[in-house]
């Protein structure tokens, strides 16, 4: 067997166990909802569901008492849909709520903190939920995560809503999330894009500015570096809504349209946070250390089965939270697990010694950028074989 004949079966055999994850994870039963309202009333002996929504009773001396409703809610996080049961007693009021499935990281899920966001809104009218007239503190860090809580709340207590009072939900606005951190995106990246059509000294300072700029517009205040979470959040077809969502689309949209059009990796060069950190700390300790040829073929290898292995793993489970291994969220947020916190030392202690480490020989981003590339080479033969045959 050819070298090449063994890289496409190989390819072939990848490809199709991925799907087989998919096709898997799609079939995985749906969690116990019931088991949830139960927990939401735990005096309930009885529990009936009607249109999507569960009526709830307790029995006394042979006497049916409803006790309230519980419905199922969805809201968007970083991980694609949260699935919340809320409950919503007889008066109207919100009585719990118990998360029934999310992608979340254990990270960001934490911050969030579920349990503190449902015993605040406890006692709350529906018409207050609904119409957001409360306050609510939201968690620096994990917003998306705390706004997918909220935004499942919302959801389950607006079905209940319509269902049991007639009450007509007010309907809000979509209006588009334009703001700073997408205008700093979009500059960022035409920096990039204007710098590496550059061959003379303006190149490597406008390279120094868009990173330092990258690492603290995207890394520090928004805490959202492109992760391969997010990545696998589209593969499942978890596609957030644009008005909400503007600032991911600007930022997968750059990273992949900028490889298939210019053939270079803009935003690893210029926008990446995590890439301009381990930069600046290789400028202090000089970075200037290669390893052996061998050892790059190796690590390189390891990490591309690694992202592969990852996929693979968020494509059963269908929990995008999984595939966070990067330790972004440490740095930027300052939380994180043990592992991601011993990580991230050996990268940055790793980074005074090698040009940025994580970005050659982890990154699953660097793996993504190879993918696209290989496409957009592949496309261009066909395309110049195509105008060769038309042209005879």
Sequence with gaps: MSGKTGNSLLTLIIILALFAALWAGKMKPRPDLTRLVRDIFPEATSIELANGIYSVFRENNNVKELL?????????????????????????????????????????????????????????????????????EGTTGASRSFEALIGSVENAVTKIAGEKFNFLVPERRKSLEFGFVELAL?????????????????KENLRW???????????????????????????????????YNLYWYFLLGGFALTILVLGENIHCLYVCPFGALQRFIGTIGGANKKMPAWAVKLMVGLRNYLVLAVVFLVLLTRKPGLASYEPFGVIFSLNGTIMLWLLLVIILISSLIFNTPWCYYFCPMQACTEIIQSFRQRTKLLWKEKLIKGSR
Aim: net charge positive.
């Design 209 to 243: 500015f868009s990173q330092s700029a990258g690492l603290l517009i995207i890394g520090f205040w928004e805490n959202s570096p492109i992760t391969i979470a997010k990545i696998s959040c589209f593969l499942l077809g978890y596609f957030p809504q644009v008005h």
């Design 186 to 202: 979009i500059i960022l990246f035409s920096i990039g894009i204007f710098a590496s059509r550059k061959k003379s000294s303006i």
């Design 68 to 136: 309230g409703w519980a419905a199922p809610g969805i809201g968007s996080g970083y991980g694609g849909p949260l699935l919340s049961v809320a409950g919503v007693n007889t008066s109207g009021k919100f009585i719990g709520a118990e998360v029934a499935e999310h992608g979340e990281t254990y990270v960001f899920f934490r911050m969030a903190r579920p349990k503190n966001v449902f015993k605040i809104l406890n006692g709350k009218s529906f018409k207050e939920i609904t119409e957001r007239n409360y306050t609510l």
